[in-house]
């Protein structure tokens, strides 16, 4: 624990170290360690918390926790609350030269296009086969080989920002509006996620777990 005070400073002495029991709790600086199972970017580093962000749906707000190790790929962590209780979605951002050769040119058109009917996305390369220099290895243990769309053009809009604790401002100019399309796998433990925005399309592909995934947690400043 020696080189996180170095890195973050000691707590006060007239405050009592705060407590860390769920990863909902994180706060920007604190720290996060996988446990050595689930997809291999997650064994590979202890992450920090770099941003909160808040997303609006109607009238219920999901929340990004930002995570950044020594990689250049980022890990987007938020908790949904299911009927066995509170899950994480994990979920890296794929650019279309990644996307593509995973799925395939055109294969998410219909996903956006077609508002009805049964849609599914087929995985054409498996991440878990390719070479280790291949541009899609960082992407092992974290897809499915089909994917089934579950919702459609859903509107939300994107905050920069925590808004765990404070209402969210009425000011369409303090946010992004977006459309939100996804799919789930057969297992229901991977899915694959559109977010549409007036000048940007963001593709993720989110890998579904407990909690228990998470080996332990640190307090930053």
């Not at 705060?18 to 992450?47: A, C, I, T, W």
């Not at 996903?111 to 996305?121: K, L, M, N």
Request: glycine share 8%; with cysteine.
């Amino acid at each position: 624990m020696g080189f996180l005070k170095k890195m973050f400073g000691g707590a006060s002495k007239d405050a009592p170290p705060r407590l860390l029991e769920h990863p909902r709790d994180l706060n920007v600086n604190d720290l996060v360690k996988f446990k050595s199972y689930g997809p291999q970017l997650l064994q590979e580093d202890m992450f920090k918390v770099e941003e909160v962000n808040t997303y609006h749906y109607n009238n219920s707000k999901e929340f990004e926790f930002v995570l950044r190790g020594s990689t250049e790929h980022t890990i987007f962590l938020s908790i949904e609350d299911s009927d066995g209780g509170p899950k994480m979605r994990m979920s890296v951002k794929v650019p279309r030269n990644i996307w593509e050769p995973l799925f395939g040119d055109g294969a998410l058109g219909p996903v956006i296009d077609e508002e009805g009917g049964h849609v599914e996305v087929t995985r054409c390369t498996d991440p878990d086969s390719v070479n280790s220099d291949d541009a899609l290895a960082f992407l092992a243990g974290w897809t499915a080989p089909e994917y089934i769309r579950e919702s459609f053009a859903v509107r939300g809009f994107y905050h920069k920002g925590d808004y765990r604790n404070k209402s969210i401002p009425e000011d369409a100019d303090d946010c992004d509006e977006m459309d939100y399309y996804g799919l789930e796998s057969k297992d229901e433990k991977y899915a694959l996620e559109i977010e549409v925005y007036d000048d940007d399309t963001d593709v993720l592909v989110t890998y579904m777990t407990d909690v228990t995934l998470i080996e332990e947690m640190w307090p930053g400043s």
